[in-house]
């Protein structure tokens, strides 16, 4: 083996410590490690002295240390700590090399910063890694932007650390620039969805159905044996039997009810919104958090009238497979969103993105990793150009399965004053899709009123405007 490294790693906090680990257990690898503090570099040779490590204690070594072409992956935090790595590396690669980002960018900053290096000759490469601590150790999901002939390269040295599920490696080059922080933004805000539907279930189940903590788990446990079958399903159950030691209450009973975010879930809100593609899913699991981290206004609130009637709950098996339904339901809209954004942001920055592909490479190692993941490769596989996820037969059974279920849970819900909203805008989103005419229709009409905004016809081509004075006489505007 040669004495260089084949592959380096820069920042070895938790996530780059152990990718790089991954990486000196792969035939063929050899890793090159820096860290601004060399104190952890020297950690890291002397807890894993069996790992293929070549530690570096200047960026001049680690660079050094690497063959042509150099291949370098950062992992450390976002904004401008990237930036300055970006540059130290840019300043003394040479053209051909490749500089990948692998933390949680933003996908307008990889853009830029692929513009920048690339004008040096050199690849960038924003590459989206999922899976947390045990994905980056035992094997991520990845999904790399950059050129074609980065992925030459760098593909065969994700493929051998990625997770692996029938067979595959659990990665694939999605597009150029900005394309793969891209898609790992929408699986986050897909994610942030697929965790609150999660939650929703949960306080019915337990408000409403009177079951505890322990029985839920019993619950999900069974669910994750069926078509909800996922990693969320599977620590859900997990988390929910755990008990607190100090009191020997269940543990989620002694958790503030305040929950945080690292900022990807209303990144994929703004840009879904900035491109018109409607995941309402997807914001209220935002909202939802950040109606819960309003603990001023939640603490101090007055006695707020409620009017909420009690649900009658005579057969609790049917009760706890409504719930199952609706959440079956509202998770599909939640996937099908996030698809629908992918594509338009495809479509938007000319990224040829195989939806089916992504699909694929979300099975194994990230956070979303499910069952019927495997289904929507398939409805892109066999209708690549498919307009929504919900136009698949197999899809568009599961929700005439779940519908009836689905609507008795959200109506139940708002009756009986427990918040679910989630459940509620993916059912509204959902009837929205399939309603032959919408409301929109006054709404350029007010439009029109109050800011001459125009409006189109259903009889006629062309733009038109009402004078709303007391002759009511519409012109034509184009």
Same mark, same amino acid.
């Given at each position: 083996?040669?004495?260089?490294?084949?592959?380096?790693?820069?920042?070895?906090?938790?996530?780059?410590?152990?990718?790089?680990?991954?990486?000196?257990?792969?035939?063929?690898?050899?890793?090159?490690? *820096?860290?601004?503090?060399?104190?952890?570099?020297?950690?890291?040779?002397?807890?894993?002295?069996?790992?293929?490590? &070549?530690?570096?204690?200047?960026?001049?070594?680690?660079?050094?240390?690497?063959?042509?072409?150099?291949?370098?992956?950062?992992?450390?935090?976002?904004?401008?700590?990237?930036?300055?790595?970006?540059?130290?590396?840019?300043?003394?690669?040479?053209?051909?090399?490749?500089?990948?980002?692998?933390?949680?960018?933003?996908?307008?900053?990889? #853009?830029?910063?692929?513009?920048?290096?690339?004008?040096?000759?050199?690849?960038?490469?924003?590459?989206?890694?999922?899976?947390?601590?045990?994905?980056?150790?035992?094997?991520?999901?990845?999904?790399?932007?950059?050129?074609?002939?980065?992925?030459?390269?760098?593909?065969?040295?994700?493929?051998?650390?990625?997770?692996?599920?029938?067979?595959?490696?659990?990665?694939?080059?999605?597009?150029?620039?900005?394309?793969?922080?891209?898609?790992?933004?929408?699986?986050?805000?897909?994610?942030?969805?697929?965790?609150?539907?999660?939650?929703?279930?949960?306080?019915? %189940?337990?408000?409403?159905?009177?079951?505890?903590?322990?029985?839920?788990?019993?619950?999900?446990?069974?669910?994750?044996?069926?078509?909800?079958?996922?990693?969320?399903?599977?620590?859900?159950?997990?988390?929910?039997?755990?008990?607190?030691?100090?009191?020997?209450?269940?543990?989620?009973?002694?958790?503030?009810?305040?929950?945080?975010?690292?900022?990807?879930?209303?990144?994929?809100?703004?840009?879904? %919104?900035?491109?018109?593609?409607?995941?309402?899913?997807?914001?209220?699991?935002?909202?939802?958090?950040? &109606?819960? /981290?309003?603990?001023?206004?939640?603490?101090?609130?007055?006695?707020?009238?409620?009017?909420?009637?009690?649900?009658?709950?005579?057969?609790?098996? %049917?009760?706890?497979?409504?719930?199952?339904?609706?959440?079956?339901?509202?998770?599909?809209?939640? *996937?099908?969103?996030?698809?629908?954004?992918?594509?338009?942001?495809?479509?938007?920055?000319?990224?040829?993105?195989?939806?089916?592909?992504?699909?694929?490479?979300?099975?194994?190692?990230?956070?979303?990793?499910?069952?019927?993941?495997?289904?929507?490769?398939?409805?892109?596989?066999?209708?690549?150009?498919?307009?929504?996820?919900?136009?698949?037969?197999?899809?568009?059974?599961?929700?005439?399965?779940?519908?009836?279920?689905?609507?008795?849970?959200?109506? #139940?819900?708002? %009756?009986?004053?427990?918040?679910?909203?989630?459940?509620?805008?993916?059912?509204?989103?959902?009837?929205?899709?399939?309603?032959?005419?919408?409301?929109?229709?006054?709404?350029?009409?007010?439009?029109?009123?109050?800011?001459?905004?125009?409006?189109?016809?259903?009889?006629?081509?062309?733009?038109?405007?009402?004078?709303? /004075?007391?002759?009511?006489?519409?012109?034509?505007?184009?």
């Amino acid at each position: 083996m040669s004495e260089k490294a084949n592959i380096g790693v820069v920042g070895l906090a938790v996530m780059g410590s152990n990718l790089a680990r991954n990486l000196a257990s792969r035939a063929g690898n050899r890793v090159a490690i *820096y860290n601004r503090s060399a104190d952890k570099t020297q950690l890291l040779t002397k807890e894993h002295p069996e790992a293929n490590f &070549l530690a570096s204690e200047t960026i001049d070594d680690f660079v050094a240390n690497l063959t042509k072409p150099r291949t370098a992956i950062i992992m450390v935090q976002a904004g401008a700590g990237t930036d300055a790595v970006i540059e130290q590396l840019a300043e003394r690669f040479e053209p051909g090399d490749i500089i990948v980002d692998g933390g949680n960018a933003l996908y307008t900053d990889t #853009m830029r910063r692929e513009k920048e290096v690339s004008a040096k000759g050199i690849h960038f490469v924003g590459a989206g890694i999922s899976g947390g601590e045990e994905g980056a150790l035992k094997g991520p999901s990845i999904m790399p932007g950059g050129t074609k002939e980065a992925y030459k390269t760098l593909g065969p040295i994700l493929e051998s650390i990625a997770a692996v599920v029938a067979g595959e490696p659990c990665v694939t080059h999605i597009g150029s620039d900005g394309a793969g922080h891209f898609v790992k933004m929408i699986h986050n805000g897909i994610e942030y969805a697929d965790m609150q539907l999660i939650a929703e279930s949960y306080d019915l %189940l337990r408000q409403s159905g009177g079951f505890s903590p322990k029985e839920i788990a019993d619950i999900f446990t069974e669910w994750n044996k069926g078509e909800l079958e996922s990693y969320l399903i599977e620590i859900t159950a997990e988390v929910l039997k755990q008990t607190d030691a100090k009191t020997g209450k269940p543990f989620v009973d002694i958790v503030v009810d305040a929950a945080g975010s690292k900022g990807t879930g209303v990144w994929t809100v703004q840009t879904s %919104l900035n491109l018109g593609v409607p995941v309402s899913g997807i914001a209220e699991a935002v909202f939802a958090r950040s &109606l819960s /981290s309003q603990t001023e206004q939640r603490q101090g609130k007055p006695e707020l009238p409620a009017q909420n009637q009690t649900w009658n709950i005579t057969d609790k098996e %049917l009760f706890v497979e409504s719930v199952r339904k609706a959440l079956y339901a509202s998770k599909i809209i939640a *996937y099908a969103q996030g698809f629908d954004a992918i594509r338009a942001g495809a479509k938007e920055f000319g990224w040829e993105i195989n939806l089916g592909e992504v699909a694929k490479i979300w099975r194994g190692g990230c956070i979303i990793r499910a069952q019927f993941l495997n289904r929507i490769t398939d409805a892109y596989r066999s209708k690549p150009n498919l307009l929504s996820l919900l136009f698949d037969d197999y899809f568009l059974k599961a929700i005439d399965d779940s519908v009836a279920a689905w609507r008795e849970v959200v109506a #139940m819900a708002a %009756l009986t004053g427990i918040p679910a909203p989630a459940f509620a805008s993916s059912l509204s989103y959902y009837d929205g899709l399939r309603a032959e005419r919408l409301p929109a229709a006054l709404v350029q009409g007010q439009r029109d009123f109050f800011g001459a905004h125009t409006y189109k016809r259903v009889d006629q081509p062309g733009t038109f405007h009402t004078r709303w /004075s007391q002759d009511r006489s519409e012109v034509q505007t184009d």
